[in-house]
């Protein structure tokens, strides 16, 4: 999804071919394959289920974010972060957005409280990165757990995480097939234009096919969907392409086997739940 998985926009003549460089291919789909198991074992249990997932997810994305800015000298407060981060999964779960809102920011102005009773020298950089942890990936994630706590909350869940694979899926190949114009070569150069255009199109068919079906929508809306969440993906790979650059990193961590860190996988999906929750209130209001 970020910039080593950029291959999914690539030129061939700038990637000789080859699909994700320096990743063991088969490994990264079976890593990949149970995750989304799991994800699904979750939704099918309980949307409480579900909520926990994420609060799991948040914990080890907090842990990695928090590890991987101390490469650049922010200091991230671990336990304030760490404790807004699971009031703000609690919050959007029991009040829904109105909680999560005000969940956010209490977990900010405790970080900021926190890290200035430590010390003024470098408060500043430090709170803004603790600051930066909350809104991403937590708050944009509750997004993800007022989903799943709507009605048909487990349809509006899938339906999200479908259209935002698809994108990666479709640039992909797109880009593989046909890349051969650089999206943004200074940032992440085996981006393509025709990879987007690939991830634009495969978001609208599957979601023009899969709304009506989950939750009764119209084909064209589930087209609409897939076709805002796409560009709002292919966003999030370069956000983050952007902070691994930054900080002067391949991956945010080796958490995962063949795909890198827990945040090189949700890159996407943490940026798209926010347009998708709000474009899904749109089709099924309730």
Not at 39 to 53: E, K, R, T, Y
Not at 231 to 258: C, F, H, Q, W, Y
């Amino acid at each position: 999804m970020s910039d080593p998985e950029a291959a999914r926009h690539a030129a061939p003549a700038a990637s000789g071919g080859s699909g994700r460089a320096g990743r063991n291919l088969p490994v990264a789909i079976a890593v990949g394959v149970l995750l989304g198991a799991v994800a699904v074992s979750c939704l099918l249990i309980h949307p409480v289920a579900f909520a926990g997932l994420v609060a799991v997810a948040l914990v080890l994305a907090v842990w990695e974010m928090r590890e991987a800015l101390a490469k650049g000298d922010l200091h991230v407060p671990f336990v304030p972060v760490l404790v807004g981060a699971l009031g703000m999964v609690l919050a959007g779960r029991l009040e829904g957005a109105q909680g999560l809102v005000l969940a956010t920011t209490l977990a900010v102005v405790a970080v900021v409280v926190w890290r200035v009773a430590e010390g003024v020298t470098s408060a500043l950089r430090d709170s803004a990165a603790g600051a930066l942890v909350l809104l991403y990936p937590c708050f944009l994630a509750g997004f993800a757990v007022l989903m799943v706590s709507e009605p048909q909350g487990r349809w509006r869940i899938f339906l999200f995480i479908l259209v935002t694979v698809f994108s990666d899926i479709g640039g992909y190949a797109f880009g593989v097939l046909f890349g051969k114009h650089p999206m943004a070569p200074r940032l992440s150069p085996k981006k393509s234009w025709e990879g987007f255009a690939g991830s634009v199109l495969s978001c609208a068919v599957v979601g023009a096919i899969a709304v009506p079906l989950a939750i009764d929508g119209l084909w064209w809306q589930g087209a609409l969907l897939g076709a805002v969440v796409a560009p709002v993906a292919t966003i999030g790979d370069l956000i983050e392409s952007s902070i691994k650059r930054n900080l002067g990193v391949k991956d945010m961590s080796n958490l995962i086997p063949g795909h890198g860190g827990l945040m090189d996988r949700l890159d996407s999906l943490v940026l798209t739940a926010p347009l998708a929750w709000w474009v899904l209130r749109l089709i099924a209001p309730y």
